[in-house]
């Protein structure tokens, strides 16, 4: 569902849409580049548990959240190491743009379960994943690292007529909803 949805966003000539087809290990699950806008999505089709749920401990819920979605394997964890390999070596074959420091990197994970759109959570792993490009020394290595988004896979297909709209975008969409 994800692939078609981000299929029937790229129609402009020059956008670029690559997907992971398991040749290369830690490869985003999406890549779509439209000039100097380069998105990166990670999708995490986990689930809240129950036990999470149920429970109002901060410490388990912050638990389930960092098992899903920041871990170094996981999520945050996988966009830093992206970006770090993006610095080495592009996605596109051949490339066609001339250096990664011109680049807007929109890193986007998009999850499945409605139960991650609780308030906080979206500003959680932004910190978090803010933090961790500060630590790896990321942020000027781009010409700017945009804040995390943590989007509902709901989201797109809600939004997926604007998205083919002429003059829309998704980084302008992106920008929209990190603004709100």
């Given at each position: 569902m994800f692939r078609g949805l981000l299929q029937?966003?790229?129609?402009?000539?020059?956008?670029?849409?690559?997907?992971?087809?398991?040749?290369?290990?830690?490869?985003?699950d999406g890549y779509f580049r439209r000039g100097n806008d380069l998105i990166i999505f990670e999708v995490k089709d986990a689930f809240f548990s129950e036990k999470a749920i149920s429970t109002a401990?901060?410490?388990?819920?912050?638990?389930?959240?960092?098992?899903?979605?920041?871990?170094?394997?996981?999520?945050?964890?996988?966009?830093?190491?992206?970006?770090?390999?993006?610095?080495?070596?592009?996605?596109?074959?051949?490339?066609?743009?001339?250096?990664?420091?011109?680049?807007?990197?929109?890193?986007?994970i998009v999850y499945t379960d409605r139960f991650f759109s609780m308030p906080g959570i979206n500003s959680y792993l932004q910190a978090e994943f803010a933090n961790q490009v500060k630590v790896a020394r990321l942020g000027k290595q781009f010409k700017k690292v945009r804040p995390l988004t943590f989007l509902s896979i709901h989201f797109l297909i809600n939004h997926i007529d604007i998205l083919k709209e002429k003059n829309s975008s998704l980084p302008t969409l992106i920008d929209s909803y990190l603004k709100k």
């Open positions: 029937k966003i790229a129609t402009k000539k020059h956008d670029v849409l690559i997907f992971d087809n398991g040749d290369y290990q830690g490869f985003p401990s901060y410490h388990e819920i912050k638990s389930v959240i960092d098992t899903k979605y920041n871990n170094p394997k996981k999520g945050t964890g996988q966009l830093i190491k992206q970006l770090n390999r993006l610095l080495k070596s592009p996605y596109e074959n051949p490339t066609r743009y001339k250096y990664s420091r011109n680049l807007r990197v929109y890193p986007v």
